[in-house]
């Protein structure tokens, strides 16, 4: 017992494996099962290949969103820090892409080099085999998942924020429109360790919270990664650009509320 606890534990190197290798085990089972009462042996050969397709296009997505999201950071100019948002949201669209559409790719190069004819009577012989039309069924969920989740990743692009010599530079979500927000204008500056729900519950989520006098309020955790410590580089950079507040009002010093639960 004292083994299991160890491997479930946080602190376990290869957890994350251990869970994919236990959902693997539950469902492959589940699937070599459906494919010999049907007697579809040999769709068993064709699914690695239909996967590895989906694999290549959730790798190529997700790198085009990536790439996609840091040029419109990097069109601001020269910027001494960039705040991207959460790794996890360009997986998204990647994963359910990958998914819904993988089977489709694969039938369309297979078209390319034999025939959409050939295609077509595979499919038909596949749908009255299997009992129902998995084709049609994959097209209806790239139609109601695949493309509002895409949709709504294509809106996150221009989400970020850039850190100038002078002030910040806000992309926001679903326009092309930038917010400058100059140094000379913030009157506070603070540092906090997380937040606190309703129910008192306190959650983890290190940022920067910068005040402006015409009411806004920029935080480095708004779209990034939930961390425990905030970004040395820039808290540092902020120190730094310190010099650009004005010397009156509010903001005196580096604050760090006690956010932390006793």
């Not at 920067?208 to 015409?214: G, L, Q």
Request: proline share 5%; net charge positive; hydrophobic share 50%.
């Amino acid at each position: 017992m004292d083994t299991l606890r160890e491997i479930l534990s946080p602190d376990f190197l290869l957890r994350n494996s251990i869970y994919i290798s236990l959902l693997v085990g539950l469902v492959c089972p589940l699937v070599g099962v459906y494919l010999t009462l049907r007697r579809l042996i040999f769709m068993g050969v064709a699914l690695p290949q239909v996967s590895s397709c989906g694999i290549a296009f959730a790798f190529s997505v997700h790198w085009a969103l990536v790439a996609t999201n840091r040029y419109f950071a990097e069109a601001d100019g020269r910027a001494t820090f960039l705040v991207l948002p959460s790794s996890a949201i360009w997986w998204l669209f990647p994963g359910f892409g990958a998914l819904c559409l993988s089977w489709e790719i694969t039938l369309f190069l297979w078209s390319l080099f034999s025939g959409r004819g050939r295609v077509t009577r595979f499919i038909d012989w596949t749908s009255e085999r299997a009992g129902y039309d998995s084709t049609r069924a994959l097209r209806w969920m790239t139609l109601f998942i695949a493309m509002p989740v895409g949709v709504a990743t294509v809106l996150a692009l221009p989400m970020h924020s850039a850190l100038r010599d002078n002030d910040i530079v806000v992309g926001h979500y679903a326009t092309l429109a930038r917010q400058s927000l100059p140094y000379s204008h913030a009157r506070r500056l603070v540092l906090v360790d997380g937040f606190r729900d309703r129910s008192g519950k306190f959650s983890a989520r290190a940022g920067v919270i910068v005040d402006f006098d015409n009411g806004l309020r920029w935080s480095s955790s708004d779209i990034g990664d939930f961390k425990s410590e905030v970004d040395p580089a820039l808290a540092e950079l902020l120190q730094q650009r310190d010099r650009h507040f004005p010397a009156t009002g509010v903001h005196a010093a580096l604050v760090r509320p006690h956010l932390r639960p006793e």
